[in-house]
C-alpha cells in the first residue's frame, strides 16, 4: 500500500521527517517498506516560456530559444526538439541542474551556439504519458525533414514544392503561420499555389517555413502513419519532444511543484488482517494514534437535483444474497467525461496509479481513500434499468475491461442485467458497460461482496485485481455508504456530472457490532507489563474503540478484534512493543534435550566429518528422471512417489524414495567445477508412501558419496566399517550384490549387522556414471537411520588387557578365485580350537608360481590364552587344525 | 714414582683435553687405565717401595686414577654431545615445507548454525522434535487459526499432493506446535527445527525448499516479557552480547500478539546501509503470544496456560552468521564452499 504523506496531510497533521515516520509507524504495527521523495532527484528545473525561436545557423534540425525563466533576463536555450513555439510553458533544467537517474545539465556549445540548460521532456523528469496525459505528440510528416531510403529512388522529389502531389489527394502545401488552439491542437495555415487553406492539427511539430503532405480530400495534414513512412525518412518527426505544460504556473515556479513531485510516497506492507489499513483514512487513523495527533475526517456532503427519481430509473436485485451482505448504488446524469484536476491525478500518480478520465480517477479516489473499492458502469447498457446481483450460469461468457473473454462457473459472482453480465462482481468490469467518452449517464456501485467467493472467483480466473484483493480480506459492510457518497460529493466538485438524489441501499446482514470486556489484569499478565486501565482505554479510544466502564465497542473496520488478547495487541502496540520489560522464564523446569535418533545422527555426521566427509544439503524433492538415471527399471516398486501437484517444475516434482540420485547430482556438480577428490555424507529423509493420514512414511538415511584418487571400494567400505565400529554394531558383515541397478554388479555389497540389513555400499556402475556425465569411478553407501538406531551397540564394558604374550603365525594358502575372503575367515575361525584371538587379511597374490583360476591369501593369526604364555607347540596345534579346516572345507592348502 | 704418576696425569689430561673422537677416547681409556695400561704398570712398581711410602703412593696413584676416569668421562660426554648435535643438524628440515595434509570433513555451515541454536534451547530445558514434513494442511493452517481462504493457503504459495489440499508440504514448522500439543505433557518447552516448502522461485535469497526452527513455550504466567528475554538471549549467543534488538508488531494467525524481531544491521551499526536497505534494522524472525483459540483447538485453556512460540528462518541465520552473500550456496554444496566452514 502506497501512500502520499501530501494526501496523508489532508486528514491528520504530521510534521515528522521521513525516517522518524518511517520509524513511528513501523513500530506501532504498520510497517514502512521504502519512502520515496518523488522529486529527490530534480533541482534547479523550472517552468520557462518560450520568448522566440530562431533556426539554428549551423544546423538542419536544431532551435535556439530565448526563455524567460523568471529571471532579470531571459536564457538562450538550444534544442532539438521541433514540437515547441513561443509562448509555451517548458520545463528548464538550467545550468547546474539535476535531473532522475543522476544527470547533471551544465551550460554547453552546440554547434556554436551557446546554451544556458536544456528543455526536458516528460522522461527527462522521470514521468511518462500516463501521469500527463496531454504529454502525447503528436508528430506530423515535414517533407523538409524527408531522407529517401534508396537515394535513387525517393518516394519525394529532392526538388518538392507547394503543389506537387505526393500520391492521390494529397499535396506538399508551405506552412504559413501556425497558432495554438488550445487543448493541444493547432491552427495552421498552409498554402500550395494559387490556394490556401485552414487546418486544425493535433501535429506540435509545425513551425513556419515547413512543408508538409496535405490531404486535401480530408483537410489533414498527413503523419508518418498517413504516409505509411518509415520513422527513418523523417528522422526528426518524432513522437516525442518538450513537456508542453498546460498547468496553472509562471515562469521561474519549481517544476517539483507544478508537476507534483514535491512528495514523499510511502510504501507500507499491511497484514492480511488489517484491510481497513488499505486506504488513505485507515494509515491517517493509525498515524494520528501513533503521533498523538488529530484525526480529522470529513463526511460527503452531496447537493444531488438531477433530473429524475432514482427508484424509477435504477432497481437492485441481490438474488445472491448470502454472497452480497450490502449493495450500495447512486446515479449520476450528463456525465461530462474529461480528464480530472491536476490534484487528484498527482494524488492518484503518487499512489501508484494512473490517471484515466474524471469518473475512472474518481472510482480510484475513492477506493484509494476509504479503501473501498467501486465500480462505475454505464447506464444505457444496463437493459431495463435493473442489476442483478447473481452467481454466474455455468459457462457464461463475459469480456472484462482488459479485453479478455471469461468463462465462468456457477462459482463466480455477476453483475447482471435482465440479459447479461456486465461486470464481474468485487474483481473487474464488463467490456459492455465500460465508461467512454460520450457516456451520459453512470451508475456508481459501492459494494460489499463475500471475501472467500472473490478470493476463489479472482483466483480461478488468474486475475487479481486491486479490488479483488480488498474484498477476499473482508471489507467493512458500513463503509459502503460513505464511500458512494464521498464519489458523487466528488463528481459535484469536478463538475463531472449531475446526481441524482437518494442511494439504493440492500442489507442482507445485520449489523451486530463487537463488544468486548476490557480485562486489564488479563491483559498486563499477557504482556508481563503494568499499564493501568485509564492508559489502556486512551489507547483504545484514539483507534476510535467506544469504552465506558469496562465494555469495549469495536469499531465496524476492525474485523480482527475479536477476545482479549487482540485487545491485548493494540494496547501493546501503543504502549510499545519495546517498551514491555525483557524477563527470563520462570516457572517449572523442564529437562529437555535429544532424542535417540538426534543422538545418532550427531554421531554419525562427527565420524563421517572425521574420515573427510564433507556434509552437504539437498532437495527433497526430484525429477521423476532422477529414477531412470540410477538405472531403476520402469516398473520399479520404488518409483511410487508422493506427488506434488502444483510444481515449480519437473525437477522438483516429486518427493524421493532415495537419496542416491541427490548425492550424485551433487558430486556430478563438484567433478564439473574441477573439485579433485571429493567425500560427501548427508543425513537426508526419503518420503514413502503408506504412512498415517495419507501422509509419508520420512525414513532418514545416511548417504555417502565420493570419487578421486585416494578412492575406490575397500576405502568407501572402510568408511562404513568405522561407521559401524563407532556405534559398535555387532555382526556385521557384508554380502555381494549382483542386481542393484544403480551399483557396479562385482562391487557392491548389502551391509548387515546381524540379521539386520542396514543397507548398501559400491562403486556406482558405469553406466549411472554416464547418465550424469561423469568420467571417473563414483562410490556411494545408503545406510537407513532407522536400521542403525536399532543395530547400534550396548554402551562400552571393560574388557582386561591381555596378561600373557600371544603367538603369531602366518599362513598363506592357495584356493579357487571363487573362494572368497569371508568364506576363508569364516572358515579359519571354525577351525581355530580357541586359541585365535584375531585373524587379518595381508595379502592376495595372483601370478607365476599359483595356477590359473586359484589365489594365494595369505593371513595373520594372532594366538592366545588368557591364563598362561601359549608354546609354539600349543600354538601350532591351532594352526595345524585351521589348515585342516581350510582344506576340508574350502579345498584350500597350504601354499 | 711420584714424578712418574705426575707425568702421565698431566699427560693423559692433556690428551684427554684433545680427544676429537670415540675411538681416540677409547684407545687413550686403554693406554692409561687398561689392564696393560700406564697406571697399571706404575701400580707394579710398588712392590719395590717401602712400607711406609706404600700407602701415600697408593693414595697418589689412586687420585691419579680418580682424575684420569673424571676427564675421560667429561671427553665421553662432550663427544656424545657433539655426536648429537651434528646428527640434529643433520637432520634439519624446511619447516615451511607444507605439512602432510589430515583431511577432515566439515559440518554444513547451516548446520553448524543450528546446533548453535539447539545448545542454546537445550540449555534453557527445551526438548528437540522432529516432525512430518508431508503434512496435513488441517494441521498446518487450519488447527493454526488460518482458515479457509487465507493467502498462503492458495496453490500459488503451497505445495500440494491432492486436489482437495489435504496433504502438503508443510509450508512452516508451526504444525509441530499442534503436535507438540498433542503429544506432550504441561508444561512444555520445544522446539522443532527442520524443512519447510514454499512456491518460491530460486534466487539469491529465495529457494522453494529452506529450514525453520520452531520454538514454543507453554507454561502458567508465561508473558510477552519472557518471550522479549528468551529470544535477545538466543540473539546475544548468535551475534555477541550487545547485539542490539527491537520488536515490531506484525501479524501471524497462530499468535496474538504477534511481533517480528529486529536486530540491528551489522554492516552499518543502525545508521542505514543497502544491507538494511536504510533501515538500520535486520528482520531475524516472527514471534507472538500463541493465539488462545490455537491453544482451544488443541484442549488447552487459555485462562489456565499461556505459552509464546517463535519461529526463526535457519538459512538466513546462517547467511548473517557467516557472512554468506548468496542462498544459493547453501543448496549447491559445492566443497570448496563447504571446507570453509
Known amino acids: 500500500m502506497n501512500l502520499s504523506r501530501e494526501w496523508l496531510n489532508e486528514f491528520v497533521p504530521v510534521t515528522a521527517s521521513d525516517k522518524e515516520f518511517a520509524e513511528a509507524m513501523t513500530l506501532s504495527g504498520s510497517k514502512v517498506e521504502t519512502t520515496t521523495d518523488l522529486g529527490a532527484e530534480i533541482s534547479n528545473v523550472v517552468v520557462g516560456r518560450i520568448l522566440s525561436m530562431e533556426r539554428h545557423p549551423d544546423s538542419d534540425h536544431m532551435w535556439v530559444c530565448q526563455v524567460d525563466v523568471g529571471a532579470d533576463q531571459p536564457v538562450q536555450i538550444v534544442t532539438g526538439a521541433w514540437n515547441i513555439h513561443v509562448g509555451d510553458l517548458v520545463p528548464v533544467a538550467k545550468d547546474n541542474s539535476w535531473l532522475p537517474g543522476g544527470v547533471h545539465i551544465t551550460r554547453g556549445n552546440l554547434r556554436g551556439v551557446k546554451s544556458k540548460g536544456m528543455l526536458c521532456s516528460l522522461k527527462e523528469l522521470g514521468l511518462d504519458e500516463r501521469d500527463f496525459p496531454y504529454g502525447v505528440i503528436t508528430a506530423a510528416a515535414l517533407l523538409n525533414d524527408y531522407h529517401p531510403i534508396d537515394p535513387d529512388k525517393p518516394s519525394v522529389p529532392a526538388d518538392v514544392r507547394p503543389g506537387h502531389k505526393i500520391y492521390g489527394p494529397v499535396l506538399a502545401a508551405a506552412v504559413e503561420a501556425v497558432e495554438s488552439a488550445g487543448e493541444g491542437r493547432w491552427s495552421c495555415t498552409l498554402t500550395y499555389p494559387e490556394k490556401t487553406a485552414a487546418v486544425v492539427t493535433p501535429c506540435q511539430n509545425l513551425h513556419e517555413g515547413d512543408m508538409v503532405a496535405y490531404n486535401t480530400k480530408t483537410g489533414a495534414i498527413c503523419t508518418l502513419a498517413d504516409l505509411h513512412a518509415e520513422q527513418r525518412e523523417f528522422p526528426h518527426c518524432i513522437p516525442d519532444g518538450i513537456f508542453v505544460l498546460q498547468e496553472d504556473c509562471a515562469p521561474g515556479d519549481d517544476i517539483r511543484e507544478v508537476t507534483g513531485l514535491n512528495d514523499q510516497v510511502v510504501e507500507f506492507e499491511i497484514t492480511p488482517n488489517r484491510p481497513d489499513c488499505l486506504s488513505v483514512i485507515g494509515l491517517a487513523r493509525e498515524a494520528a494514534a501513533t503521533f498523538n495527533a488529530p484525526l480529522t475526517l470529513h463526511d460527503p456532503v452531496v447537493k444531488g437535483g438531477a433530473e429524475g427519481v432514482l427508484a424509477e430509473l435504477l432497481d437492485v436485485e441481490t438474488p445472491a444474497a448470502d454472497l452480497v451482505p450490502r449493495y450500495t448504488a447512486r446515479m449520476v446524469r450528463n456525465v461530462k467525461i474529461a480528464p480530472s484536476p491536476k490534484w487528484m491525478r498527482r494524488r492518484l500518480r503518487a499512489m501508484g496509479v494512473r490517471p484515466i478520465n474524471n469518473i475512472v480517477d474518481i472510482t480510484n479516489y475513492v477506493m484509494l481513500e476509504y479503501g473501498q473499492p467501486m465500480h462505475a458502469f454505464d447506464y444505457r447498457y444496463v437493459t431495463g434499468g435493473k442489476i442483478i446481483v447473481r452467481r454466474a450460469a455455468e459457462g457464461e461468457e463475459l469480456t472484462t475491461l482488459d479485453g479478455n473473454v471469461r468463462k465462468l462457473t456457477a462459482n463466480h459472482l455477476v453483475i447482471a442485467d435482465e440479459n447479461r453480465a456486465v461486470g464481474l462482481a468485487g474483481i473487474m468490469g464488463g467490456m459492455n458497460s465500460e465508461i467512454v467518452a460520450d457516456t451520459a449517464d453512470v451508475v456508481f456501485e459501492s459494494a460489499c461482496f463475500d471475501g472467500t467467493c472473490i478470493r476463489k472467483g479472482a483466483l480461478s480466473l488468474g486475475m487479481r485485481t486491486e479490488a479483488s484483493a480488498k474484498f477476499e480480506k473482508g471489507l467493512d459492510p458500513l463503509n459502503t455508504l460513505p464511500a458512494v457518497n464521498r464519489a458523487c460529493e466528488l463528481v459535484e466538485l469536478l463538475g463531472a456530472g449531475e446526481v441524482v438524489d437518494g442511494v439504493i441501499d440492500i442489507l442482507n446482514y445485520v449489523p451486530q457490532p463487537t463488544v468486548l470486556e476490557l480485562e486489564p489484569e488479563k491483559i498486563n499478565a499477557l504482556l508481563g507489563t503494568d499499564v493501568p486501565e485509564a492508559d489502556m482505554a486512551a489507547i483504545l479510544r484514539k483507534l476510535d474503540f467506544q469504552v465506558e466502564g469496562r465494555a469495549v465497542t469495536v469499531p465496524s473496520w476492525r474485523g480482527d478484534v475479536k477476545r482479549m488478547a487482540d485487545l491485548a495487541e493494540e494496547v501493546a502496540r501503543f504502549y510499545g512493543y519495546n517498551n514491555i520489560p525483557t524477563t527470563l522464564m520462570r516457572g517449572q523446569t523442564t529437562v529437555g534435550g535429544y532424542s535417540a535418533e538426534e543422538r545418532l545422527e550427531r554421531r554419525l555426521g562427527r565420524t563421517a566429518q572425521a574420515m573427510g566427509f564433507d556434509e552437504i544439503i539437498t532437495y527433497s524433492f526430484i525429477s521423476p528422471t532422477y529414477y531412470d538415471k540410477i538405472r531403476w527399471s520402469p516398473d520399479d516398486p520404488r518409483r511410487q512417489s508422493f506427488k506434488i501437484l502444483n510444481p515449480l517444475g519437473e525437477d522438483t516434482s516429486i518427493m524421493r524414495t532415495t537419496t542416491l540420485p541427490s548425492m550424485l547430482e551433487i558430486l556430478t556438480r563438484n567433478y564439473n567445477y574441477r573439485n579433485k577428490s571429493v567425500r560427501l555424507y548427508e543425513v537426508g529423509r526419503i518420503y514413502l508412501p503408506g504412512g498415517p493420514d495419507g501422509l509419508a512414511v520420512e525414513d532418514k538415511y545416511l548417504t555417502l558419496g565420493a570419487y578421486g584418487e585416494d578412492m575406490d571400494f575397500f576405502t568407501i567400505k572402510g568408511a562404513v566399517e568405522a561407521l559401524l565400529k563407532e556405534l559398535r554394531c555387532q555382526g556385521v558383515r557384508f554380502t555381494p550384490v549382483r542386481d542393484d541397478p544403480p551399483y557396479h554388479p562385482g562391487r557392491c555389497a548389502a551391509v548387515w549387522a546381524g540379521e539386520k540389513r542396514l543397507g548398501v555400499v559400491g562403486q556406482l556402475h558405469p553406466l549411472v556414471g554416464k547418465n550424469y556425465g561423469v568420467d571417473v569411478p563414483l562410490y556411494a553407501a545408503e545406510l537407513a537411520l532407522p536400521a542403525l538406531l536399532e543395530a547400534q551397540g550396548p554402551d562400552p564394558e571393560y574388557v582386561p588387557l591381555p596378561k600373557f604374550p600371544g603367538v603369531a603365525r602366518d599362513i598363506a594358502v592357495v584356493c579357487d578365485e571363487a573362494v572368497t575372503v569371508g568364506a576363508l575367515e569364516d572358515c579359519i575361525a571354525r577351525g581355530a580350537k580357541g586359541l585365535l584371538k584375531e585373524v587379518s587379511l595381508f595379502d592376495i597374490y595372483r601370478g607365476p608360481g599359483i595356477p590359473e583360476g586359484k589365489k594365494s591369501v595369505a593371513f595373520n593369526l594372532t594366538l592366545r590364552a588368557d591364563d598362561r604364555s601359549l608354546t609354539g607347540e600349543e600354538a601350532d596345534e591351532d594352526v595345524k587344525s585351521i589348515l585342516a579346516a581350510l582344506g576340508q572345507e574350502l579345498g584350500a592348502v597350504l601354499r | ?224 516479557a519472557d518471550l522479549k528475554g528468551t529470544l535477545n538471549k538466543l540473539v546475544e549467543q548468535l551475534y555477541g552480547p550487545g547485539t542490539r534488538t527491537r520488536f515490531r508488531p506484525h501479524h501471524f494467525p497462530f499468535t496474538e500478539p504477534s511481533c517480528e524481531m529486529d536486530v540491528q544491521c551489522h554492516k552499518c551499526g543502525g545508521a542505514g546501509c543497502p544491507t538494511c536497505k536504510g533501515e538500520g534494522w535486520i528482520e531475524l524472525l516472527g514471534a507472538g503470544m500463541i493465539h488462545p483459540t490455537v491453544l482451544e483447538m488443541s484442549g488447552i485453556d487459555p485462562n489456565v496456560w499461556s505459552g509464546w512460540a517463535f519461529g526463526i528462518g535457519l538459512e538466513r541465520t546462517a547467511m548473517r552468521r557467516f557472512k554468506i552473500a548468496d542462498l544459493r550456496l547453501i543448496f549447491e554444496n559445492d566443497v570448496r564452499f563447504l571446507e570453509q566452514f
Do not use: C
Open chain 2, 1 to 224: 714414582m711420584k714424578e712418574q704418576l705426575a707425568r702421565m696425569r698431566a699427560e693423559a689430561l692433556a690428551a684427554l683435553e684433545a680427544v676429537k673422537d670415540a675411538a681416540a677416547l677409547d684407545e687413550l681409556r686403554v693406554k692409561y687405565l687398561g689392564k696393560k695400561g700406564e697406571l697399571t704398570a706404575v701400580l707394579k712398581q710398588m712392590g719395590r717401595l717401602s712400607a711406609e711410602e706404600r700407602p701415600a703412593m697408593g693414595a697418589l696413584a689412586n687420585e691419579v686414577r680418580a682424575a684420569v676416569e673424571t676427564a675421560l668421562e667429561t671427553a665421553s660426554k662432550k663427544l656424545e654431545e657433539a655426536a648429537l648435535e651434528r646428527k640434529l643438524k643433520a637432520e634439519t628440515v624446511d619447516v615451511t615445507i607444507p605439512g602432510k595434509t589430515a583431511h577432515m570433513g566439515h559440518r554444513h555451515p547451516m548446520y553448524m548454525a543450528l546446533d548453535e541454536i539447539k545448545e542454546i534451547f537445550v540449555g534453557m530445558g527445551f526438548t528437540v522434535l522432529d516432525g512430518p514434513e508431508v503434512e496435513l494442511a488441517e494441521l498446518n493452517f487450519d488447527r493454526l487459526n488460518a482458515e479457509e481462504g487465507h493467502p498462503s493457503r492458495d496453490w500459488s504459495d503451497t505445495f500440494y499432493f491432492d486436489a482437495d489440499s489435504r496433504v502438503m508440504l508443510r509450508s512452516q514448522t508451526s504444525p509441530m506446535q499442534v503436535r507438540a500439543m498433542e503429544t506432550m505433557e504441561l508444561p512444555m518447552r520445544i522446539i522443532a527445527p527442520g524443512r519447510v516448502y514454499r512456491k518460491d522461485e530460486v534466487d539469491a535469497t529465495h529457494s522453494p525448499m529452506f529450514h525453520q526452527v520452531e520454538g514454543m513455550v507453554i507454561d502458567k504466567n508465561v508473558t510477552m
